[in-house]
């Protein structure tokens, strides 16, 4: 038995001794094999973004190309790696952040530069959403429903959309969503369905049957409904409709009378969903806004809207203006 273990640890020892000696770099993307961290662009809880400038020769000249590089630093986010580059390596699309490789030695993915600020960064500055009007503002909404949709087109769902996974690169005025980590492939290769069957997420973003189903079985489309109808509360309003703390033991009063109001009392729902924010808002904005949030945020996930219908409602919105 010792001798078995003797033998593990040679092995294991002679692959690390191999592994430390070769020249790790990302797998097939030829960058960053010497780097510069220019910035550190934010950080997760178990992750550092940084943006690097890469400084390997390539065809006789000094490549001065810029990436943005998500290091997992625990064991935990090294798991969801494998995640959120299987599901983000999946999508093409102006909304969502390109995805260029994976270097597995180093536990980091490797992303296209993209200069923006979160949208949390963004709520939390001097000026915050206020100096947006409501039309800009709805704009950022349909191109983060149009990131959502092509996801959803590709059988994947992202699960943690909230302010701080949402990009806004305010000289193009383009929004990009980010953080794969927790995104959910919810069909088999059988197209049949994979429900979700543990909660995931943040706590202000959670839908009702996350405190309702058991055992667990989420829609995981309608989940991201939900998500961005509280990102749209966050764009109108400046603030969360209610706040859940971590440990879920506290959980804002408000959240409950939403449910309740949906259901069965329409003055306390208005009460909630009291609109008129800005002083531009017209009637259009008043109506499209209201028929957002009841259906985004609907209790109950089967009659909850769809992305792809808050989209056509939103679209048909900016054709109308
Ligand atoms: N391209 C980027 N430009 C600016 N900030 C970024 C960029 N990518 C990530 N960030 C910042 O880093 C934070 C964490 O990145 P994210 O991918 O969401 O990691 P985590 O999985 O830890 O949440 C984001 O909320 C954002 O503030
Ligand atoms: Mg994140």
Not at 63 to 68: E, I, K
Not at 185 to 212: L, W
Request: aromatic share 14%; proline share 3%; net charge negative.
């Amino acid at each position: 038995m010792n001798y078995f273990i003797f033998i593990d640890t040679q092995v294991y020892f002679s692959l690390f001794i191999i592994m430390s000696s070769i020249k790790v770099s990302p797998l097939s993307l030829s960058h960053l094999t010497n780097n510069k961290i220019i910035k550190k662009l934010g950080e997760g809880t178990d992750t550092c973004i940084y943006l690097c400038k890469c400084h390997d020769i390539h065809d006789d000249n000094l490549c001065q190309d810029l990436f943005v590089v998500k290091h997992m630093t625990t064991k935990n986010s090294r798991l969801l790696m494998y995640n959120e580059y299987n599901n983000a390596i999946v999508f093409n699309h102006k909304n969502i952040i390109s995805i260029l490789d994976i270097d597995i030695f180093n536990h980091k993915l490797i992303y296209e530069n993209v200069v923006g600020i979160d949208l949390l960064d963004l709520c939390n500055a001097n000026t915050n959403f206020c100096k947006y009007d409501i039309t800009m503002l709805l704009n950022m909404f349909q191109q983060i429903l149009r990131g959502v949709l092509h996801m959803h087109n590709q059988r994947i769902a992202h699960i943690d959309l909230k302010l701080e996974n949402v990009l806004w690169c305010e000289s193009l005025q383009l929004v990009k969503i980010i953080d794969f980590g927790h995104s959910h492939m919810y069909k088999d290769i059988h197209n049949r369905d994979r429900p979700i069957e543990a909660i995931k997420g943040t706590p202000n973003y959670f839908p009702p049957e996350y405190f309702i189903d058991k055992p667990y079985q989420f829609i995981p489309t309608q989940i991201d409904s939900w998500c961005v109808g509280i990102i749209l509360y966050n764009i109108i309003y400046d603030h969360f409709p209610w706040i859940i703390s971590d440990d879920l033991k506290t959980i804002d009063p408000m959240f409950f009378h939403h449910i309740d109001a949906m259901n069965y009392d329409n003055t306390l729902y208005d009460k909630i969903f009291h609109i008129y924010r800005f002083e531009k808002f017209t009637a259009n904005d008043y109506i499209l806004t209201r028929k957002l949030f009841k259906g985004l945020l609907h209790p109950n996930p089967h009659k909850r809207m769809t992305i792809s219908k808050a989209l056509d409602l939103v679209d048909l919105y900016s054709f109308l203006i």
